[in-house]
């Protein structure tokens, strides 16, 4: 069983709910993620994923949602 990666990204731009359902749905449909919780207050989504998917593919994605996003950080699930 593989484990999964969590990217913590921070995310500039969102100013209500349909921000952050517009960026979830979007990190829902990239190939290699099973979990996302965007937070319109702290400004992150947090993104469990599998290894096809990096970091960059994210914030690609988050980019071209028209926010603007940083990669803050790696850590492996303990699973």
Same mark, same amino acid.
Request: charged letters at 30%; one cysteine or more; aromatic letters at 2%.
């Given at each position: 069983? %593989?484990?999964?990666?969590?990217?913590?990204? !921070?995310?500039?731009?969102?100013?209500?709910?349909?921000?952050?359902?517009?960026?979830?749905?979007? !990190?829902?449909? #990239?190939?290699?993620?099973?979990? #996302?919780?965007? %937070? !319109? /207050?702290?400004?992150? $989504?947090? #993104?469990?994923?599998?290894?096809?998917?990096?970091?960059? $593919? !994210?914030?690609?994605?988050?980019?071209?949602?028209? /926010?603007?996003? %940083?990669?803050?950080?790696?850590?492996?699930?303990?699973?």
């Amino acid at each position: 069983m %593989s484990r999964d990666t969590q990217t913590s990204i !921070l995310i500039g731009g969102m100013r209500d709910n349909r921000c952050r359902e517009r960026l979830t749905e979007a !990190l829902e449909r #990239v190939r290699g993620v099973h979990h #996302v919780e965007v %937070s !319109l /207050y702290r400004g992150r $989504a947090i #993104v469990s994923h599998d290894a096809s998917c990096t970091g960059e $593919a !994210l914030r690609r994605v988050i980019e071209e949602a028209g /926010y603007n996003a %940083s990669i803050n950080g790696k850590s492996r699930n303990p699973r």
